[in-house]
């Protein structure tokens, strides 16, 4: 039975993240991932013209799926309690998946390495600026206080802490206190913006 391009696609995209997530990109051969969708490899070549053209797509659903972590976080809360809800969602999904954030970080990873082939690692932090920006911007609108930085900065810091955190996090997940120490670091920053 003949599937649809845009099916195949996206059967594709799923089967590289979650190749990822559980072997690592290493493992992403246009070969495995036809394999992992259950696809000929002529229709892998098909979809997509190279490992590169295929990485992207799947780099792109999972820059849309980072929304998770800020979807449910009401901006009316004010900034402070914006960002640390956003933190906690960070953090919760980093203990419940480490697998995923291990397979994000080789992706940003590979796409610097290969930036030649591939225009990827100049869009994934940006898309987070997009992403977090319109809600930490929201978010003052309902404080009293102000923020003394712009969102963009207020972005940025945030997730220079959080990619820190994670990294020591994933390397030995049996640390104490990286948890608390991570959201020390997220309350000082909040109070060198003056929220």
Request: charged share 25%; hydrophobic share 45%; aromatic share 8%.
């Amino acid at each position: 039975m003949r599937v649809p391009t845009v099916e195949r696609k996206e059967q594709l995209i799923a089967a590289t993240v979650e190749l990822m997530r559980r072997e690592g990109v290493q493992s992403v051969t246009m070969r495995n991932i036809a394999k992992e969708a259950n696809a000929p490899l002529a229709a892998a070549h098909y979809c997509f013209s190279d490992k590169s053209e295929l990485m992207d797509a799947a780099a792109e659903a999972w820059l849309n799926n980072m929304n998770r972590f800020s979807r449910d976080v009401p901006a009316h809360l004010g900034l402070r309690k914006v960002v640390e809800q956003v933190a906690e969602g960070y953090w919760r999904s980093l203990e419940e998946e480490p697998d995923s954030l291990l397979a994000e970080m080789e992706l940003i990873l590979w796409a610097t390495r290969n930036a030649n082939a591939s225009p990827l690692a100049a869009k994934i932090y940006p898309a987070y600026e997009v992403e977090l920006g319109k809600l930490f911007s929201a978010a003052p609108e309902y404080t009293d206080g102000e923020c003394f930085m712009d969102s963009v900065t207020l972005v940025r810091s945030f997730l220079m802490i959080y990619d820190g955190a994670a990294l020591q996090y994933i390397t030995d997940p049996t640390q104490k206190n990286l948890r608390s120490i991570f959201l020390l670091t997220v309350d000082a920053l909040l109070t060198k913006a003056g929220v």
